[in-house]
Structures are given as C-alpha cells and as structure tokens.
C-alpha cells in the first residue's frame, strides 16, 4: 500500500533531519518496503505552541515520505520514528488508490502542492466549506 508520512523536526539542525529521513528509509527498505520520494519543505512555524521533552517550540523542520509497505511496516516505520526525541511531529496517511503506482493514477499529495498553494475547486463558498484540491 502507498502512504505518505509527514514529519516534523525540531527546527535549527539540518543533520538531525537527515538522520531521521535516513532512518526511516533505512527501516523501510530492511522491512520489504520502497521508497517513492522524500521532500524537504524546511522550516515552517506549527499552528500552535508545542512542548516536547521540556522545550517549547513554535516552528519546525517539514519532510515528506512516500512510501509503499505493508500495513505492519508502515506501523513499525511510525512508533520508530515517533519515539525519537528530535521529533515534533509524525503522521501518516495511506493514499487513495494505493496498490498501483502513483502515475497510473496521476494521485497528488500535499508534497506536490508547490509554491503557489493549494487551489479551491469552482463551487466552494469558502475555504472552510468547499472542497480542497487542485484543479
């Protein structure tokens, strides 16, 4: 199955967001798993104030992976990085129509959004009521 994991780092340190990406990639590939991309969004503020092993921090390092594995990989993969204590932050979400490859399907992401941001589809009234994705 294809998922995408978004991760936060602390911010400030590029070699501490390095060795998780490596990690996490490393976990996968020894798990069975492939790797389909990873992206670097850099630093970016949080929505709100987070305390983490007594600091409190208010922006973080962004990366994106995308990844098919199984369903157990993908959990090892999560509690593995989750558990780092450089880490903020970590989701991840299985993509729709996962079991073929993502040109077949032509599937964007958030990390494909790029520069100008997402655009809202004819329709939507507002941002909070209408459909979110590109056109």
Same mark, same amino acid.
């Given at each position: 199955?294809?998922?995408?994991? !978004?991760?936060?780092?602390?911010?400030?340190?590029?070699?501490?967001?390095?060795? !998780?990406?490596?990690?996490?990639?490393?976990?996968?590939?020894?798990?069975?798993?492939?790797?389909?991309?990873?992206?670097?969004?850099?630093?970016?503020?949080?929505?709100?104030?987070?305390?983490?092993?007594?600091?409190?921090? *208010?922006?973080?390092?962004?990366?994106?992976?995308?990844?098919?594995?199984?369903?157990?990989?993908?959990?090892?993969?999560?509690?593995?990085?989750?558990? *780092?204590?450089?880490?903020?932050?970590?989701?991840?979400?299985?993509?729709?129509?996962?079991?073929?490859?993502?040109?077949?399907?032509?599937?964007?992401?958030?990390?494909?959004?790029?520069?100008?941001?997402?655009?809202?589809?004819?329709?939507?009234?507002?941002?909070?009521?209408?459909?979110?994705?590109?056109?």
């Amino acid at each position: 199955m294809l998922y995408e994991m !978004i991760a936060v780092v602390r911010p400030g340190n590029i070699a501490e967001v390095k060795d !998780i990406a490596l990690k996490a990639g490393t976990l996968l590939l020894q798990n069975g798993g492939v790797i389909r991309s990873l992206t670097n969004w850099g630093p970016f503020l949080l929505t709100k104030p987070v305390i983490k092993h007594q600091q409190k921090l *208010d922006s973080g390092h962004h990366f994106i992976l995308r990844f098919d594995a199984s369903p157990q990989v993908q959990e090892k993969v999560r509690k593995t990085i989750a558990i *780092d204590p450089r880490m903020v932050r970590c989701g991840v979400v299985r993509m729709v129509g996962g079991d073929k490859l993502v040109g077949e399907h032509g599937i964007k992401g958030m990390s494909e959004i790029g520069a100008e941001g997402p655009v809202w589809k004819k329709g939507s009234s507002s941002p909070g009521g209408g459909y979110f994705g590109r056109l």
